[in-house]
T-cell receptor, first 111, second 116 residues
Framework: RKEVEQDPGPFNVPEGATVAFNCTYS??????FFWYRQDCRKEPKLLMS???SGNEDGRFTAQLNRASQYISLLIRDSKLSDSATYLC????????????FGTGTRLQVFP | GAVVSQHPSRVICKSGTSVKIECRSL??????MFWYRQFPKKSLMLMAT?????????EQGVEKDKFLINHASLTLSTLTVTSAHPEDSSFYIC????????????FGPGTRLLVL
């Protein structure tokens, strides 16, 4: 089983749509969770950290379910500029900076 | 915000040659830097952790004699791909964690290596 699993997509949605991505992780000792965004042929950029209580940043909402080892990202009112690959990232184990990346979910927003 | 640079951004080399990639933290000090590799349509895979002033620690399956890492200062780590082969062609990305400030990692723009 992969350490971090995501649906690769692609998700093709119209502008203004709401879209949700899911991710599961295998290591129950992981303590840090993130969503990164990667544009084609570019480096990943941190979108947001994910906290146990859930957190929101503008149109983006992240949720964490430790019991199910499940992370989600919700994007509301999709923009064309949201088109990218969204990477679910967890740290390998407690108190380590080593990050494990999912393969990413590709989002394509069309006019 | 924190900036990490990489040089070169892309390189084409002949099989058997060695290629050095530099990773610099421009406006902060980084005790730890990380080197990743990403093949097309695949996830980033951690290759090694570069520690300033000490030996790098390599992930399972990564040959330390092939991928030489040097972290000589708090702002510079280098990755040298020795005796490169076509299968080493990939996107190499470094990241740096700001010293003492936890887990936020800042990524360099990546180096695209093509070995002919």
């Amino acid at each position: 089983r992969k350490e971090v699993e995501q649906d690769p997509g692609p998700f093709n949605v119209p502008e203004g749509a709401t879209v949700a991505f899911n991710c599961t992780y295998s290591n129950s000792a992981s303590q840090s969770f993130f969503w990164y965004r990667q544009d084609c042929r570019k480096e990943p950029k941190l979108l947001m950290s994910v906290y146990s209580s859930g957190n929101e940043d503008g149109r983006f909402t992240a949720q964490l379910n430790r019991a199910s080892q499940y992370i989600s990202l919700l994007i509301r009112d999709s923009k064309l500029s949201d088109s990218a690959t969204y990477l679910c990232v967890v740290n390998r184990a407690y108190n380590t900076d080593k990050l494990i990346f999912g393969t990413g979910t590709r989002l394509q927003v069309f006019p | 915000g924190a900036v990490v640079s990489q040089h070169p951004s892309r390189v084409i080399c002949k099989s058997g040659t060695s290629v050095k990639i530099e990773c610099r933290s421009l406006d902060f000090q980084a005790t730890t830097m990380f080197w990743y590799r990403q093949f097309p349509k695949k996830s980033l895979m951690l290759m090694a952790t570069s520690n300033e002033g000490s030996k790098a620690t390599y992930e399972q399956g990564v040959e330390k004699d092939k991928f030489l890492i040097n972290h000589a200062s708090l702002t510079l780590s280098t990755l040298t791909v020795t005796s490169a082969h076509p299968e080493d062609s990939s996107f190499y990305i470094c990241s740096a964690a700001e010293t003492g400030l936890g887990e936020t990692q800042y990524f360099g723009p990546g180096t695209r290596l093509l070995v002919l």
